[in-house]
């Protein structure tokens, strides 16, 4: 639970009885500073004292201001706390609502259907976490092409692993690469602020080649020390526009001795159904034919249809977290859920659940036949050297129940 000195509970509802009875838990489980409001109005007032709200509990279905407009006037005063939806509102209504939030980039913990319990209350409760600063209104820093040319040359990029465990067992089958920038001022920079950079410079095939060949290296290395993981590494479309990489991708492989079909090679589901796929679709049957592995990734983000993935040779299909999140109170995304895992057993792919945060999750894959898992509730990205301990920490979980 998080600490109770450090929330400023704002409770919202139009329904006197609930607001007295959420105050009444929330006070039972510890927390002492709660603010009850019964229309929009009053509660953007707080906002402007020294103790403004940063947990709200929102009701959705409210006169005069309802909760969704609401929501815009938090994002107004640039709001950098928590929500939680409390409502009695259809599925597709909160789901909608739901997503629109995440759009506006405030955290939302969960939601609670009415009648809510202490229970239900909890569990919300318990994935607050200190609120931190605003970025409405600020962007992501942009690179040029200059830096990440000189990056590459200098050896400032490096790779994360993100471990891969089957779902079943609980046995590590294999790990994502995912790279960083080892920016000499700004630190550890993610991907999303420089992929997009490479493609549009001619860049990213010089940088999957580091990526790739780095990967390579540290699975021949965990394999001199006796463990065997797949290997699965991003690749761009605009990789597989160049009638070389099949070939470029192999020699790496056999220059570092490990078998291609220990080599996953992802590519992200909406780029796929771009209009101009002749040479994509070349060198990814030239990749199986050279026994590489290939995954769609965040499938569930393209619509694509099942004559579209026929047509091109994959051998995994990994269900988008966006899909993970939510799928085991939401029916809409279970269905989306269900559709992932029907899709890859009509095609006979492996499924990877991408995203997933906690037992309910993964009690959730395991009852319906997912093959293989990610996700913070098994570990984070880590660096390669981290691996082994996190490997035997991880043992010791199966053996426990995952606790």
């Known amino acids: 639970m998080p600490k109770k000195t450090a929330i400023n509970i704002l409770l919202l509802d139009d329904e006197p009885t609930m607001l007295k009875l959420l105050a009444r838990m929330l006070a039972n489980m510890g927390f002492t500073s709660i603010t009850s409001c019964d229309n929009g109005h009053a509660a953007l007032a707080l906002f402007d004292g020294p103790d403004s709200p940063n947990l709200i509990l929102l009701d959705l279905n409210m006169p005069q201001m309802d909760g969704t407009e609401f929501v815009r006037k938090?994002?107004?005063r640039r709001?950098?706390?928590?929500?939680?939806?409390?409502?009695g509102e259809d599925q597709h209504v909160?789901?909608?609502?739901?997503?629109?939030?995440?759009?506006?980039?405030?955290?939302?913990l969960g939601r609670l259907d009415k009648p809510v319990t202490p229970e239900a209350l909890m569990a919300v409760l318990a994935k607050w976490a200190t609120p931190s600063q605003p970025d409405y209104g600020t962007t992501k820093k942009i690179y040029g092409a200059d830096e990440l040319r000189a990056a590459i040359a200098n050896g400032e990029l490096v790779n994360y692993y993100h471990p891969k465990v089957d779902v079943e067992t609980g046995r590590v089958m294999g790990v994502e690469t995912l790279v960083r920038w080892n920016h000499p001022v700004d630190g550890m920079v993610l991907p999303d602020q420089f992929i997009g950079v490479a493609e549009a410079h001619d860049l990213i095939n010089d940088l999957t080649r580091v990526v790739l060949t780095s990967a390579l290296a540290q699975a021949q290395a965990w394999q001199k020390a006796g463990l065997s993981l797949q290997l699965a590494v991003n690749v761009s479309m605009d990789n597989l526009a160049s009638l070389d990489f099949a070939d470029t991708a192999a020699e790496l492989a056999a220059r570092a001795d490990v078998p291609p079909q220990q080599v996953v090679l992802e590519v992200t589901e909406a780029r796929l159904l771009q209009k101009e796929l002749r040479v994509p679709l070349e060198t990814l049957a030239r990749l199986r034919l050279k026994h590489f592995r290939l995954s769609i990734d965040n499938?569930?983000?393209?619509h694509s249809n099942l004559s579209q993935l026929r047509d091109v040779p994959f051998d995994e299909l990994k269900i988008d977290r966006n899909i993970m999140h939510g799928v085991c109170t939401d029916v809409t995304i279970r269905?989306?859920?269900?559709?992932?895992?029907?899709?890859?057993r009509e095609l006979n792919m492996e499924t990877v659940a991408v995203g997933v945060e906690d037992l309910g999750d993964w009690d959730l894959l395991r009852s319906t036949g997912c093959n293989l898992a990610q996700g913070n509730f098994i570990a984070r990205p880590m660096p390669?050297?981290?691996?082994?301990?996190?490997?035997?920490d991880w043992h010791k979980r199966v053996s426990n129940g995952y606790r």
């Open 384 to 392: 390669a050297a981290k691996l082994p301990d996190w490997i035997t």
């Open 335 to 344: 269905a989306e859920y269900d559709t992932g895992l029907a899709t890859a």
């Open 79 to 87: 709001y950098a706390g928590s929500l939680i939806l409390v409502s």
């Open 74 to 76: 938090l994002v107004e």
């Open 94 to 108: 909160l789901q909608t609502t739901q997503k629109m939030i995440q759009a506006y980039k405030i955290k939302l």
């Open 299 to 302: 499938f569930g983000t393209g």
